[in-house]
């Protein structure tokens, strides 16, 4: 089945560690995002890449950091430098037509104490 | 400013009661609206594109139509399993999506 598989689903870290959310697809997209979610907001983005190898900051970047070495996959870093960091965070992909949806994996909860 | 708005926050239904999402959007370029329905825990899930004025796309008991301000979701007949998070985005730009903050929708047996 072709999808974006996002790990792990809950993730606990104490503060002042980073920790890295990983992101696989296996739709064959190009563009790959990563949102973060909280109670009462829309999706906030953090990051996006167009393609292998580029990627490009987002309205809230500050604290986060992203690869993308392979078309498959886009992990997502959050640092220490992040202030508030628990929230929920979702991948998600395009297909290459430019005006499409986003598909989106089954996210992943962090929680910093 | 693109804006994305969605009303109302939080609704509830008995089953059968039919009603409307409301997706009202300020963008300088539409490329595209879209739906998604998300349940707790889970990421979003697709459910429609439209793309100019007046189209309509339906599925189920679900029913999608877009003005030039705003789009509907219309729900006949509700049951339990409808209930969810309904979202809705809009594409702004090549590479940008903005999203509204969804509607919380509960359908009581």
């Known amino acids: 089945d072709g999808g974006i598989t996002q790990s792990p689903k809950y993730l606990f870290r104490k503060e002042g560690q980073n920790v890295t959310l990983s992101c696989e697809q296996n739709l064959n997209h190009d563009a790959m995002y990563w949102y973060r979610q909280d109670p009462g907001q829309g999706l906030r983005l953090i990051y996006y890449s167009q393609i292998v190898n580029d990627f490009q900051k987002g309205d809230i970047a500050e604290g986060y950091s992203v690869s993308r070495e392979k078309k498959e996959s886009f992990p997502l870093t959050v640092t220490s430098a992040q202030k508030n960091p628990t929230a929920f965070y979702l991948c998600a992909s395009r297909p290459d037509s430019y005006n499409s949806p986003l598909h989106f994996g089954n996210g992943t909860r962090l929680t910093v104490t | 400013e693109d804006q994305v708005t969605q009303s109302p926050e939080a609704l509830r239904l008995q089953e059968g009661e039919s009603s409307s999402l409301n997706c009202s959007y300020t963008?300088?370029?539409?490329?595209?609206l879209f739906w998604y329905r998300q349940d707790p825990g889970k990421g979003p899930e697709f459910l429609f594109t439209?793309?100019?004025a007046g189209e309509e796309k339906e599925k189920e008991r679900l029913k999608a139509t877009l003005t030039k301000k705003e789009s509907f979701l219309h729900i006949t007949a509700p049951k339990p399993e409808d209930s969810a998070t309904y979202l809705c985005a809009v594409q702004a730009g090549t590479y940008k999506y903005i999203f509204g903050t969804g509607t919380r929708l509960k359908v009581l047996a």
């Open positions: 963008v300088s370029g539409l490329r595209g």
């Open positions: 439209l793309y100019s």
